[in-house]
């Protein structure tokens, strides 16, 4: 009979990098939407964006962007943005990826692109994609598109754990996808977290451990 880990061990030769909302307004010190513990992270995600290049293997930056109308906001976030404590908008620096995951500092979101659910390529193999909501799954072709690139194992990190993070990490489960979280490129993770996340099959990995088995 196979083992369970037969079914959910991460198949390194089939990952993919997802880095979570770690952009500008969410990440540096004193921005509107500062999700404390993210700008720490930095460093381990940039350590696994470098090593998935220099292996050629697949990138997704997945990214909020909000209308300044406040058409496309979670209605948790509606109140903020009537009275004008707007985060991510579309067209402003706050919305963009923090410089250190991009291959260019120059480079900029095609916001246009991304709102109508295109895929922005910045790489030979990354690409950045707008998620309307906390998983990056929801109302995207995220899920159409790893099949194409033969993906089945999520290699997670980036802003706030508790909100998008964990949601994508449960849809990626809830489609039978590989799965390994990186504690040390996340901010907001919690020891029962990880705990939960274990029983349901997922990898929990510091960022060196994660490296030394995509390179193995």
């Avoid at 109308?69 to 979670?74: I, K, L, W």
């Avoid at 706050?94 to 900029?108: A, C, M, N, W, Y």
């Avoid at 990056?136 to 706030?160: D, I, P, Q, Y």
């Amino acid at each position: 009979m196979p083992h369970l880990t037969d079914y959910v061990s991460p198949d390194w030769a089939r990952a993919v990098l997802i880095t979570v909302d770690t952009q500008n307004d969410f990440t540096l010190h004193g921005a509107p939407g500062e999700v404390l513990g993210t700008l720490d992270a930095v460093p381990q995600m940039q350590r696994l964006v470098r090593a998935f290049r220099e292996l050629d293997k697949p990138i997704i930056h997945v990214v909020r962007i909000y209308l300044p109308d406040a058409s496309n906001v979670d209605n948790c976030r509606r109140r903020d943005f009537e009275l004008k404590k707007q985060i991510a908008v579309a067209g402003t620096n706050g919305t963009e990826l923090v410089d250190e995951l991009k291959p260019s500092p120059q480079i900029r979101l095609d916001t246009q692109l991304l709102l109508s659910g295109g895929l922005q390529l910045i790489g030979r193999n990354e690409w950045i994609m707008y998620k309307p909501r906390w998983g990056a799954f929801f109302e995207t072709l995220l899920e159409r598109h790893l099949k194409e690139l033969g993906s089945n194992t999520l290699v997670v990190c980036g802003c706030n754990f508790p909100n998008c993070p964990r949601s994508t990490i449960y849809e990626a489960s809830e489609r039978n996808f590989r799965i390994v979280l990186v504690t040390d490129a996340v901010s907001g993770v919690y020891d029962r977290a990880l705990v939960e996340l274990q029983n349901i099959g997922v990898s929990v990995l510091r960022s060196a451990a994660c490296i030394v088995s995509l390179q193995s």
